[in-house]
């Protein structure tokens, strides 16, 4: 929800990461699908994130938030949807009756219950996701903060390892041609 348009998604990007048959992280391609990522860690005062983290913490059921640790969590739990002069409603907007409406709308063209958990889980990830700092430790290094319920919750979620994470936010390389710096 924007100032000027109850409905506004914005612009941002997705993320694919390729894993091998161990686990561990080989690959990773960003895609541009015209929504605003920036939406994700930072709005203009008065606005809100991105619509679906509402509506799962106003809708989900009680095994739904079990899965997705969420509780009894509210969008103030969480960086995303809780930072100072957010809001967290929009007139004449019903975050958990759009929820339902989302659940039976992904039903109807095909997608199992399954699927839909997994979507489900996959954005309440970004939620905890939210919650976690990364550290500087100097110019070329970082770690992850761990000592957060989110941290675990976020793993458990993406079924990765803290290693692994680790490894994927806190290093990076640079291919050029087929040499990895």
């Known amino acids: 929800c924007t100032v000027t348009n109850k409905n506004s998604s914005r612009f941002g990007k997705f993320?694919?990461?390729?894993f091998d048959k161990?686990?561990?992280?080989?690959?990773?391609?960003v895609e541009t699908f015209l929504l605003e990522s920036t939406r994700l860690n930072k709005q203009p005062t008065g606005e809100?994130?991105?619509?679906?983290?509402?509506?799962?913490?106003?809708?989900?059921?009680?095994?739904?938030?079990?899965?997705?640790?969420?509780?009894n969590?509210?969008?103030?739990?969480?960086?995303?949807?809780?930072?100072?002069?957010?809001?967290?409603?929009?007139?004449?907007?019903?975050?958990?009756?759009?929820?339902?409406?989302?659940?039976?709308?992904?039903?109807?063209?095909?997608?199992?219950?399954?699927?839909?958990?997994?979507?489900i889980s996959t954005t309440a990830a970004l939620?905890?996701?939210?919650?976690?700092?990364?550290?500087?430790?100097?110019?070329?290094?970082?770690?992850?903060?761990?000592?957060?319920?989110?941290f675990s919750h976020f793993i458990k979620i993406m079924g990765i390892t803290e290693e692994n994470l680790d490894r994927i936010i806190c290093s990076s390389s640079i291919m050029i041609r087929k040499d990895v710096l």
């Not at 993320?15 to 390729?18: D, R, S």
């Not at 059921?61 to 640790?69: A, D, H, S, T, V």
């Not at 700092?133 to 290094?141: G, P, R, T, V």
């Open 73 to 119: 969590s509210t969008a103030r739990d969480f960086k995303m949807t809780g930072m100072p002069g957010l809001s967290n409603h929009c007139d004449g907007i019903d975050d958990a009756n759009l929820y339902n409406d989302l659940m039976k709308s992904m039903a109807q063209i095909g997608f199992t219950a399954n699927d839909q958990i997994n979507i």
């Open 22 to 29: 161990t686990g561990t992280a080989c690959n990773a391609k």
């Open 127 to 150: 939620l905890h996701a939210s919650n976690v700092d990364i550290l500087s430790i100097n110019d070329e290094s970082s770690s992850i903060k761990t000592d957060v319920a989110s």
């Open 15 to 18: 993320i694919e990461i390729a």
């Open 48 to 71: 809100r994130s991105f619509h679906i983290f509402y509506e799962i913490l106003s809708g989900a059921y009680e095994n739904e938030r079990k899965i997705c640790y969420l509780g």
